[in-house]
């Protein structure tokens, strides 16, 4: 079955005053795929997002929607040409409309090119919108009678209602408390997965892309720096970039002999790694992958504990200075100051090699 692609980027750049902001970006995007575009601020990412929305027009290259070219060097859509639904970062909803005439509002201008729209069409897809962010009952209530998830929901609605070919999400739960946020960017995804539409996210939070995601866009520099699973992203970096950003591990300087990778914690042998393309390299640990264990005679020190929930995050130092973090269950907890000696899972441990 030949694979269904609904979105399509080619070499897509943007610049502000010769700055590239979006640099050679190509992506392809499945029907009623998820995608989260994951990076920190100012990486491009709601640039990308506006590009493809047609808020923004590309420098160069081109943009596909639906087998239709919507932004190239001949061709450029506006905004509402381009069946494209959006979710803004403060949900700019109608403070004088009801929740009811804001979802509407989204319906009406998508159907302005036509002639004549039923109101009991209307009618029907305002209420499904409503109903498929669980919102039904609430439909006579104005903006300031809502929560904010509420209101992020009643956002979702409109940008469903006119039933688009896709929607773009704009950082959407970045102005709710941290407990809100959990909660709804899992039935974002529900919503959308049961709607079958298909998804762009814009987030800067990790654990955010990787629980809602079928696939992360990490950004950095206005360039894609590697395009996966949230599975493969966390497992296999491919750059120092996405390690660093994605996994949070720790990084050791390490340099290869006959014996194996010497490092700050002894001589590591790794069978994945036994014929390396260089003999220098930061060897990535991730921090769920290091083992404390106690030792009076250890030379590493806790030097600084923080309390999780279910476990801890140790920062631990060696002679040296360098520090390390882990995160551990181990009870009881380790004091600040206790001496240890760590064990790594071997098998996790990614090389970054140096010039």
């Given at each position: 079955?030949l694979?269904?692609i ?18 050679a ?5 499945r029907?009623?795929e ?14 990308l ?18 087998g ?6 001949k ?5 509402e040409?381009?069946d494209?639904g959006?979710?803004f ?10 929740l009811?005439?804001?979802?509407g509002?989204?319906l ?6 036509r ?8 009618k ?9 962010v ?8 104005y903006?300031?009678?809502?929560s904010?998830?509420?209101q ?5 609605a409109?940008?469903?209602a ?23 960017r899992?039935e ?8 079958g ?26 360039r ?7 599975e493969a992203?966390?497992?296999?970096p491919?750059?120092r ?22 490092t ?10 036994s014929?390396?393309?260089?003999d ?24 600084d504990?923080q ?11 060696f ?5 390390l973090?882990?995160?551990?269950a181990?009870?009881?907890?380790l004091?600040?100051?206790t ?5 790594a ?11």
């Amino acid at each position: 079955m030949l694979e269904s692609i609904l979105l399509q980027l080619d070499n897509v750049s943007k610049r502000f005053s010769d700055t590239p902001v979006v640099d050679a970006v190509s992506l392809k995007l499945r029907q009623g795929e998820l995608l989260s575009l994951l990076g920190a601020s100012g990486c491009g990412k709601t640039t990308l997002l506006r590009l493809i929305a047609g808020f923004e027009r590309p420098q160069s290259g081109s943009i596909e929607l639906a087998g239709q070219e919507v932004a190239g060097a001949k061709r450029w859509l506006p905004p509402e040409q381009r069946d494209i639904g959006m979710v803004f970062q403060d949900y700019a909803l109608f403070p004088h409309l009801t929740l009811a005439e804001n979802v509407g509002f989204g319906l009406k201008k998508s159907r302005r090119k036509r002639s004549s729209y039923p109101s009991k069409e209307a009618k029907k897809l305002i209420a499904d919108a409503i109903a498929q962010v669980g919102l039904s009952g609430l439909e006579k209530r104005y903006p300031h009678e809502l929560s904010g998830g509420q209101q992020q929901r009643v956002a979702l609605a409109r940008a469903l209602a006119p039933q688009p070919a896709l929607i773009l999400l704009d950082e959407p739960l970045s102005n709710l408390d941290v407990q809100v946020r959990a909660h709804l960017r899992q039935e974002i995804r529900s919503i959308i997965k049961t709607v079958g539409t298909t998804a762009i996210f814009v987030t800067h939070d990790q654990e955010e892309a990787l629980s809602i995601s079928d696939r992360v866009a990490v950004m950095n520099q206005g360039r894609i720096e590697q395009l996966a699973t949230p599975e493969a992203l966390y497992s296999e970096p491919a750059t120092r970039y996405v390690a660093e950003f994605v996994t949070q591990g720790n990084f050791l300087p390490a340099t290869f002999d006959s014996k194996g990778w010497k490092t700050e914690i002894g001589t590591i042998v790794l069978n994945h790694l036994s014929d390396p393309i260089s003999d220098q390299a930061d060897l990535m640990i991730r921090q769920e992958d290091i083992r404390l264990e106690p030792d009076a005679n250890g030379a590493i020190v806790v030097v600084d504990r923080q309390f999780l929930g279910r476990e801890h995050r140790y920062c631990i130092q060696f002679s040296s200075g360098n520090r390390l973090q882990a995160l551990s269950a181990i009870k009881p907890a380790l004091e600040i100051g206790t001496r240890v000696r760590i064990r790594a899972n071997l098998s996790a441990i990614r090389a970054f090699f140096t010039d």
